[in-house]
């Protein structure tokens, strides 16, 4: 028997049809909503579960300086106590390069799953000012964890620098103008940075003298090539004690408790002066905040061992304790202040 097609059976026919498209489409949503959320459900237990059960295997520490600095020296004294504290091995990887930014680098293309931080000192922001060109973000690439400790640097003059107080270097500098010279460790290093903020408070002209690292910096100091510096305690402790050099004042705020005798900037002349670069830990960007916690803590028990300050203090630091949210409020503070150091000493590196 034949079929007769009448309007209304088209219609009919039509609408079963588009029904039938219809039911398809829907059930291919539910699909792929359940697809969606079966996703969410195999994720997001899985990321709970590493996060809550961190750390589950060894944790690598860079450290954007070579072996032997005042970094990795803070780094290996605070080792083992925040050991104990996460419960896994934590090592230490030296990636030295230009300034801290080859380590840094390293760091910021790392997974941000805390199996890699990184202990790096105040340099890390102010590398942002000082290279035109950085592959990464300073702020934006990595986590802010704790800081571990100050390093307050000593001002010290060769002994025949008729010079034995900062009030008598500024009136000297006043007197002649751009005939004083200091050395650094480079330019735009933290010794540099310190000066250019006294010559600046102070209202004076020195002529700097850059040197390729602090051991070259120190070696110009002792022969005489240059009259005085800034520079870390443990690096010029033993020639104050041996007479070859003479310690006029330290940067910090207030004096450092293993050089009592030794009068601050501010104190011996220049009233309100203070710089005392800092060392801290970061992560990857987006570390979780869990893993984020469990360091600080480990990092904040270890610094509060007195085997680990008295280390410390023999070093030449000062422990500092922040919490990650105290240190991620600091940073954006001393990045203006470090930019603007550099902006006014002039240094550059291409």
């Known amino acids: 028997m034949n079929s007769v097609l009448t309007p209304g059976s088209v219609s009919t026919a039509a609408a079963s049809t588009a029904a039938a498209a219809g039911d398809t489409r829907a059930r291919a949503a539910v699909l792929a909503f359940l697809a969606s959320l079966l996703a969410i459900y195999m994720a997001t237990p899985t990321a709970a579960f590493a996060q809550a059960n961190w750390p589950a295997k060894p944790i690598r520490m860079v450290v954007p300086w070579p072996p032997g600095g005042s970094n990795d020296i803070a780094a290996r004294i605070i080792l083992q106590r925040m050991i104990e504290g ?39 922001l102010s590398n942002a000012a000082l290279y035109p060109k950085l592959g990464y973000d300073t702020v934006k690439d990595f986590t802010p964890i704790g800081t571990v400790s100050t390093q307050p640097t000593l001002l010290v003059v060769h002994p025949s620098f008729p010079v034995k107080s900062v009030k008598e270097l500024i009136a000297l500098a006043r007197a002649k103008p751009r005939q004083v010279l200091f050395a650094s460790a480079g330019n735009g290093s933290a010794p ?18 850059p040197y ?7 070696v110009g100091l002792l022969s005489g090539e240059v009259p005085l510096m800034l520079a870390t305690v443990p690096s010029v402790m033993g020639q104050v ?8 004042a330290t940067s910090s705020a207030k004096r450092l408790s293993m050089l009592p005798e030794i009068p601050t900037v501010a104190e011996s002349g220049l009233p309100g002066y203070e710089m005392s670069p800092w060392m801290g830990v970061w992560g990857p960007a987006k570390l979780p905040r869990p893993v984020v916690d469990r360091v600080a803590q480990a990092l904040s028990k270890a610094l509060s061992g007195p ?4 280390a410390l203090f023999q070093q030449g630091l000062e422990p500092l ?8 409020r600091l940073i954006p503070i001393e990045m203006e202040r470090y930019a603007r150091l550099v902006k006014l000493s ?3 590196v291409e």
């Open 212 to 218: 390729k690292g602090g051991g070259p910096a120190l």
């Open 346 to 348: 002039g240094a550059r």
């Open 192 to 209: 540099h940075l310190s000066m250019t903020l006294l010559t600046s408070m102070a209202k004076i002209e020195m002529e700097h003298v």
């Open 86 to 124: 996460v419960g896994q091995p934590i090592t230490i990887e030296n990636r030295s390069g230009a300034a801290g930014t080859v380590g840094a680098e390293v760091v910021a293309r790392s997974d941000s799953d805390g199996y890699t931080l990184m202990l790096h000192s105040v340099t890390h």
């Open 321 to 328: 304790i922040m919490t990650p949210d105290e240190f991620a």
């Open 241 to 248: 004690k041996a007479g070859k050099l003479r310690a006029v």
């Open 307 to 310: 085997d680990v300050r008295d």
